[in-house]
């Protein structure tokens, strides 16, 4: 697995254009998102363990914004082999470094489920016959009008008890906590080595692309499309994963 260091924000930056998935971002991405998201690892262990409950044999299993496939490479692992397992991205510079690495590294999905990587849009992509669901990250980068639509397809392709895992940023509306929270994720990255000028340049990168809602925002929404069971399971910060089951 590439590690090269994110030093992206480092320099001062003539105009912070805004923040995209390209080249650049993907190079860096698993020390990027290891030192910006409080808990990342404990999500991605959490999905293994939660892929191997939720996964029935013959079935669909989504990792929907796969990135370069860090779920998805753990979860292919724990899935019935009879299920077919699709990892979704529209970052052509993520899905051809998550093609490579599943050429080059065969030998290690012996025996394992089908993996396959599609280069696509989630908002427009078929779902069918699923039993487990992964938008790890991904839907707060949807615009927030589109994200009701892209939820009702994943609860439409899923099975009775199969499960969505939803992990986003959120936002809180007593200032209070939201100012207390977010100066605790600015210190989690001060302390995994950003400097104030990478913090502040990343926040004006991604204030357009990266739009939160509230965890009751995502409750009452998962409840309305009809997920019988919405439980949040973790929180670390401004960071929540929750379990929505069908
Ligand atoms: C992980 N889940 O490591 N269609 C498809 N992909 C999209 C879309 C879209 N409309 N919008 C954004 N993406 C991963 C981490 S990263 C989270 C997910 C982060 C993709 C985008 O290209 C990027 O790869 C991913 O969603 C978000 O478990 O960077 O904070």
Redesign the pocket.
Known sequence: MNMAKDNIYALPHARVGDFA?DEAVADV?PD??AR??PG?AS??AM?EQLSERFALPGTNVY?????????TWLMAKRIPASCTLHA????PA?VSRLRARSEQEQAALEGACAIDVHQ????E?PLSNASFV?????L???LPAERRDVLAAVYDALLPGGALLLSE?VWFELPTVDKLLTELHHDFKRAHGYSDLEIAQKRTAIENR?IPDTLPQHEQRLGEIGFRVVAPWFQCFNFVSMLAIK
Do not use: P
């Open positions: 998935f991405f990027m998102i910006s998201v990342y999500i991605l999905i990792d929907l914004g796969c990135s370069l496939g860090a779920a979704v991205d529209n970052s993520m696509a849009d989630v908002r992509f992964v938008l790890n990250l991904t707060q980068f949807i940023k990266l």
